[in-house]
Each structure stands twice: as structure tokens, then as C-alpha cells.
């Protein structure tokens, strides 16, 4: 029985320690979500107007053989913005794909068909694998939440590179907040944070980063000034319908569903299915059923008979589990060790978070945003 106090409205709860809820039990989460939704709703004109400009300022390169760059994992969102960007846009995409290693078959296979059926340039930039081994291995050691910071700054420097070679100047993210605008900041941690990765890695990894992409805030700030570079997000101007959604790929790309959100990665699915709720206590589905829910997609009640059902296939996280220790090159008892040490917060490590506000109100050991909520009418 979770010991965990539930959102009465949608299905977050306790496991994120920065949650607040009103007097009717109501999560700060869906509240935040439903105001930016019924916003969105009631500016629709205005977000598509916005949408048109964008697009005709990108469409102003005329000359250079790129005029955006789009990153592809083979998932749902990133898929959907290719097609966008190069059929119902009109775009000259350049297509960038981060290989860490742990691509599943399908997320390859869909990336493929991607890039063929919209005739499509990629660049694919595979990691050395021992390097970016010992990192993830670092951040399991480590203790810490976000494991997935390795991969995600990796892309993120991966993508400025290669948009500053390509003389690129947008960048179009496939972040789309109807998915994913309920994530609590104390389920993540800030991904283009430099110090924290080099000090992770050199109190628990081994060798050196000689070819892992690495880029801090200050080198990203520096590059988009000069060279001009912006990154959007075309899908947060749009109405999004997952299904309708997948339906469009499947016919027009031939995309295969992969199962769970950003399953496209063994790992990932392996540390969202596993690792993080058996070792933190977050269950992201919570999260994604949360988002649904506000939509009108999911019912309160199916999204709390899944959540009693298993974060994935037990098989399949069996199978997963043997295979990520294996390519981790690690025992079973290492791995057992790993997840039996407690929690530890990425602050104890260095940041470029230097501001004590910033950092007080990203930490969550610290109460100051319960005392900002309740300010706001929330207990």
C-alpha cells in the first residue's frame, strides 16, 4: 500500500517533495497544466499566427542547403516533427541522431524509415562507448536521480555543434508540453550542467572525456549569440492528439510503436521501469497518466488500475536487467550494491547553479518552494 498522499484530481503524489495541494486536494501539478491548456485553448489564432512566423523567419535562409536541424530518437514526438517539418512545413531539415549505445532494434529500424521515406539528410554521431560507459556507470555509482543527464547533455551539445558546422541557425526541439508538461524538477536535475558531470566522473568514474560531447551553459549562451542560433519547440504551438498522432506516422512513415514512453532506449526503459522506482521511488507514469488526464484522454481510475499493474513487461525488465549488466561489464553484485545505497542529491556534487536562490528553489531538500506555493494559496 503506497504511503504516498494522491492528487484527488489526477494521479500525482508525495513522491515528488516539492508537491503542493490546495484545499480541495488538488496537486499544484494539474492545476499549473490545466491554466497553460485552457490558455492555449482559448489563443489558438494567436498560437498558430505565432507558429507561421516562426516558420517564415526560418524559411528566409533561402541559400544554405539546411535551414533547421531536428533531432531524431525513432519516439512518437521526434518522428511527428520530422514529418511536420519537411511535408506540412516545408522545411530543409537536417536530421541528427545521438548513438549512445543503447538504441533498441525498433527505435533503429523507425529512425530509418524516417529518414527514407521523407528523404532526409542524417548525421549520426555515435559516442565511444567506453567513455560514455564509464559515465553512466559514475552517475549509478553516484547514487544520484538523473541518470539520463549523460545522454541528454551529450545531445544538447551534439545538436549546437553541429548546427554551428552546418552554419544552422534554428534548431527545433521535440519537446511538446501536452506530453510532458507535468514533470516535477525534483524527478530531473538541469541537464547542461558541466561542473556536475565532470564531478561526478572524477569521484566515481575511471579514464578520461576526450570525444564526449560536453557544453556548459556559458559555452551554449556564447554560441547562440554568436552565431545566432535559436531552438524551438514547433509542437508547443499546435493541438496534439498522441493517437491521431501515431496514426499519421504509422501511415505515412511506417513508425511502429515501441511500447512505453521514450522506450525507443533499452536503458531508458530499463531506468524509468526499474531503477527509478525501485531505488527512488518514481514511477514517471504517474507523470504521463497525469498529463492524459488533464487531456480528457485517460480517467482518473484507468490511470490508478495501471499504475497497480507493472511499470513494463516483468519479462522483459528480467531481460533488460541481465543485458544492462553485461554491457555495464559489472556483476550482479554490484549492481545490487548500486541499488541498495541511498539516495543522494545532485547538489552534493559541484553546479554551476552558483545562485543560492536558483539553487535553493531547484533543490529539493529545500522548502523555500512550499513556502512560495502556499503563498499562492497552496498548502
Not at 82 to 98: D, N, Q, V
Not at 108 to 134: A, P, Y
Not at 145 to 164: F, S, W
Not at 219 to 244: Q, S, W
Amino acid at each position: 500500500m503506497s504511503v504516498y498522499k494522491v492528487c484527488s484530481r489526477c494521479v500525482m503524489d508525495t513522491s515528488d517533495p516539492q508537491i503542493s495541494f490546495n484545499s480541495r486536494g488538488e496537486c499544484n501539478h494539474c492545476t499549473d497544466y490545466l491554466s497553460i491548456l485552457n490558455n492555449q485553448n482559448n489563443q489558438k489564432s494567436s498560437s498558430r499566427t505565432e507558429l507561421d512566423q516562426l516558420l517564415s523567419e526560418i524559411k528566409k535562409d533561402s541559400e544554405s542547403k539546411y535551414n533547421c536541424l531536428i533531432g531524431v530518437s525513432g519516439g512518437v514526438d521526434s518522428s511527428y516533427l520530422a514529418y511536420l517539418a519537411k511535408e506540412e512545413f516545408g522545411l530543409r531539415p537536417l536530421a541528427l541522431h545521438l548513438d549512445n549505445g543503447w538504441n533498441s532494434k525498433l527505435a533503429v529500424k523507425n529512425i530509418s524509415k524516417i529518414i527514407r521515406k521523407l528523404g532526409i539528410d542524417l548525421h549520426t554521431h555515435v559516442i565511444n562507448w567506453n567513455e560514455f560507459r564509464e559515465l553512466q556507470l559514475a552517475y549509478l555509482r553516484a547514487s544520484v536521480l538523473d541518470i539520463e543527464v549523460p545522454t541528454d547533455h551529450a545531445i544538447r551539445a551534439a545538436m549546437y555543434t553541429t548546427a554551428k558546422g552546418n552554419g544552422i541557425k534554428y534548431i527545433l526541439r521535440g519537446y511538446n508540453r501536452h506530453t510532458e508538461g507535468i514533470i516535477p524538477k525534483a524527478w530531473t536535475f538541469y541537464k547542461l550542467d558541466l561542473n556536475n558531470l565532470l564531478d561526478i566522473h572524477s569521484q566515481y568514474g575511471k579514464g578520461t572525456l576526450e570525444t564526449y560531447p560536453m557544453m556548459g551553459t556559458r559555452e551554449m549562451k556564447r554560441i547562440e549569440r554568436d552565431c545566432g542560433i535559436k531552438t524551438v519547440a514547433p509542437l508547443n504551438y499546435m493541438e496534439f492528439d498522441e493517437e491521431n498522432v501515431k496514426s499519421i506516422i504509422t501511415e505515412k512513415l511506417g513508425w511502429t510503436a515501441y511500447g512505453g514512453k521514450h522506450h525507443e532506449s533499452v536503458f531508458t526503459r530499463f531506468y524509468q521501469g526499474y531503477i527509478l522506482p525501485k531505488k527512488f521511488g518514481v514511477d514517471k507514469r504517474r507523470a504521463h497518466f497525469s498529463n492524459a488526464i488533464c487531456q480528457n484522454l485517460m480517467t482518473r481510475n484507468e490511470a490508478i488500475e495501471k499504475l497497480n499493474e507493472p511499470t513494463y513487461d516483468l519479462e522483459t525488465q528480467k531481460l533488460d536487467r541481465e543485458y544492462v549488466i553485461k554491457k555495464f561489464e559489472i556483476t550482479e553484485d554490484e549492481f545490487d550494491e548500486i541499488m541498495n545505497q541511498p539516495p543522494r542529491s545532485h547538489f552534493e556534487f559541484k553546479t554551476e547553479l552558483k545562485s543560492k536562490i536558483r539553487k535553493k528553489y531547484l533543490d529539493p531538500r529545500n522548502p523555500l518552494i512550499r513556502f512560495v506555493k502556499r503563498k499562492a494559496n497552496f498548502k
